[in-house]
Nanobody
């Protein structure tokens, strides 16, 4: 059973920063890819960033230059530092993952999500 726990969400002013963390129940080395998705109210879930086992990263155009994704092997966690936050960054942020041994669907495992709110 794979569990993913997101943390670090909260309230941040426009232009402010937050750092989200995703802690898996298994070693990060177990995973082929770990990502971050977000879902604003009334909208579909959308990609934010991903990091693969060999540390290749991808970002949505809307967050390039503002968000980073990194993997801390020592602490077994994937971070998503977010800078220069905008109103449109408000969403529930989810951490999905796929292990090397998983086949089929891209992300079989999802966390429960953490809320990020950037007030107007």
């Amino acid at each position: 059973q794979v569990r993913l726990v997101e943390s670090g969400g909260g309230l941040a002013q426009p232009g402010g920063s937050l750092r989200l963390s995703c802690t898996p129940s298994q070693s990060v080395y177990t995973f082929y890819v770990i990502g971050w998705y977000r879902q604003p109210p009334g909208s579909q879930r959308a990609l934010v960033a991903t990091i693969t086992h060999d540390r290749k990263t991808t970002y949505a155009d809307s967050v390039k230059g503002r968000f980073g994704i990194s993997r801390d092997d020592h602490d077994n966690v994937v971070h998503l530092p977010m800078d220069n936050l905008k109103l449109e960054d408000s969403a529930v942020y989810y951490c999905p993952a796929k292990r090397h041994i998983d086949s089929g669907v891209l992300y079989p495992y999802w966390g429960q999500g953490t809320q990020v709110t950037v007030p107007s």
